[in-house]
């Protein structure tokens, strides 16, 4: 999404770039327009104040003024022609700070569901790790000890249920004999699976 807003802010910079360089020229052309306007106002106060009388010089002012009067409509058509290249540059714009802003506003959006669940997480951290030691400083040291090493061994998972005879860890099922020795054991008793050496946790699930 970052990626898509930075093409489509480069496009707005190239279509609001069009647009004042249009400007520029609009008001350029319009100048030209204007000079020329003015050049023939003159020409026309001087043919129609009489001052000038000979043929030639009559000739060659009518002609001069259907001249500036062609050259003023094709510079009038440049300036038409430029203000539309400035409009659908100017519509461009428009529309592109629209699909800028849309798009900035859902990477908000995303930033905003991004950072609400790192809170969550950072708190169901610190509930988790203060319920872990609560129950931690009720283990007797040496289990804990014994349970901590399993866990660096075991990827992270020291204890395991034991659960309708197989042992939750590695997913074995327990032999007859191993069965019979679970059953035999003291409640209080630490198990441990022959399998992948995890402690096991006796349930009502655990089919004995
Ligand atoms: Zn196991």
């Given at each position: 999404m970052n990626k898509d807003l930075a093409q489509l802010r480069d496009l707005l910079v190239a279509a609001q770039t069009e647009e004042s360089d249009c400007?520029?020229?609009?008001?350029?052309?319009?100048?030209?327009?204007?000079?020329?306007?003015?050049?023939?106002?003159?020409d026309q106060q001087?043919?129609?104040?009489?001052?000038?009388?000979?043929?030639?010089?009559?000739?060659?002012?009518?002609?001069?003024?259907?001249?500036?009067?062609?050259?003023?409509?094709?510079?009038?058509?440049?300036?038409?022609?430029?203000?539309?290249?400035?409009?659908?540059?100017?519509a461009r714009a428009a529309e592109l700070t629209e699909r800028v802003a849309a798009v900035q506003a859902k990477i908000d959006d995303a930033a905003g569901r991004r950072d609400a669940a790192y809170e969550q997480l950072d708190a169901e951290t610190a509930s988790v790790t203060k319920e872990r030691e609560v129950i931690a400083g009720s283990v007797p040291a040496d289990l804990l000890k014994l349970y901590e090493k399993l866990r660096e061994q075991q990827g992270g998972v020291g204890a395991a249920k034991l659960y309708q005879r197989r042992c939750d860890g590695c997913r074995l099922e327990l032999n007859i004999t191993e069965v019979n020795e679970v059953r035999a054991a003291a409640p209080d008793a630490v198990l441990r699976c022959e399998n992948c050496r995890r402690i096991l946790v006796r349930t009502a699930d655990s089919g004995l």
């Open positions: 400007a520029r020229e609009q008001t350029k052309a319009e100048q030209d327009v204007d000079q020329v306007r003015q050049r023939a106002a003159r001087r043919l129609d104040s009489g001052a000038v009388t000979s043929p030639k010089d009559l000739e060659n002012l009518q002609h001069e003024i259907a001249s500036l009067a062609k050259r003023q409509s094709d510079l009038e058509d440049v300036v038409l022609e430029v203000m539309e290249r400035r409009e659908s540059a100017q």
